[in-house]
């Protein structure tokens, strides 16, 4: 049985791309794995030849007979992998040759953390490191305002998902990542390591600008749920000078709040987005 199962989801993936994500994944440094590539665009025969074209016996490629939606491809992928850790990655990034490796050293030695990811690199229509909070209590903090581990760059301990019967959640697609790491705060710890795991490609076909309204609605609805669950985090981010939470509201006769401004976007009712500041 491999230590680490990679997790990869692909529907109607560019080619290019998928064959630099896969790449990446074949020419790591630790090289105890399995990597699940799940075809959700059973319409799309040129994403068999990309992967096919591989003679690699640890790759395990999957195609759905018919489109079951990203959070579904992903719990597939869940019940299929037989490794001890998960490394979660998307169809179209690039992961750092040592990424495997230093998370699998980082799960070995802390047996407390079931979720370990790390900083991004994104490439293409933007070009910028994304950085995020390290240690576990800095990461709870932020998880009550946004979402602060990376998901293409994360890899699970497989045990803290079935032991807890964990998954992820369709209502909350998406933003399905966010939904997953709120549901582990009450059973697991955080660790983000402070180097790049994974190159991030940013286009305009980009899951999050194509649903961005969705997106925000599920974000909102997680992040409000996580505030109420826990205060201490959330106050306790509210007094961090870089946490942009929120600085403004408008309450009709002091009372009725119709207007927030909260990490720039302008929110109808505390809840609605309408939409976002873009500052000079």
């Keep these: ?82 490794g001890e850790y998960l490394a979660i990655f998307d169809h179209d990034d690039i992961s750092v040759p040592t990424r495997l490796e230093q998370q699998v050293a980082y799960l070995d030695v802390h047996p407390d953390v079931g979720v370990v990811s790390g900083l991004l690199e994104s490439f293409g229509e933007k070009n910028y490191v994304w950085s995020a909070p390290e240690n576990d209590i800095d990461i709870r903090m932020f998880l009550t305002n946004n979402c602060s581990i990376a998901h293409t760059a994360a890899m699970i301990r497989k045990s803290v998902l079935v032991d807890n019967d964990i998954k ?5 697609s998406p933003a399905e990542d966010y939904r997953l790491w709120a549901r582990l705060m009450d059973v697991t710890h955080f660790y983000n390591i402070q180097q790049v795991l994974v190159k991030y490609r940013t286009h305009n076909n980009m899951t999050t600008l194509q649903q ?13 749920q996580l505030r ?12 961090c000078p870089h946490a942009n939470v929120t600085f403004f509201r408008l ?26 500041l873009k500052w000079r």
């Design 1 to 82: 049985m491999p230590r680490v199962s990679v997790l990869t989801p692909i529907y109607n993936t560019n080619p290019a791309h998928l064959r630099e994500c896969i790449e990446s994944i074949l020419n790591q440094t630790f090289t105890d794995f399995e990597f699940l590539i799940l075809n959700d665009s059973p319409q799309n025969t040129k994403l068999d030849e990309v992967v096919k074209s591989y003679n690699d016996k640890r790759i395990k490629y999957i195609k759905n007979k018919t489109n079951i939606g990203i959070s579904a491809a992903r719990n597939k992928l869940l019940d299929l992998a037989s």
């Design 212 to 224: 961005e309204q969705k997106m925000n609605l599920a974000w909102r609805a997680i992040s409000t």
């Design 228 to 239: 109420n669950q826990y205060p201490a985090y959330y106050n306790a981010l509210k007094k």
């Design 251 to 276: 309450r009709l006769f002091g009372i009725i709040p119709i207007l927030k401004i909260e990490n720039n976007w302008v929110l109808l009712f505390d809840l609605i987005p309408i939409f976002k």
């Design 168 to 172: 992820y959640e369709e209502f909350f």
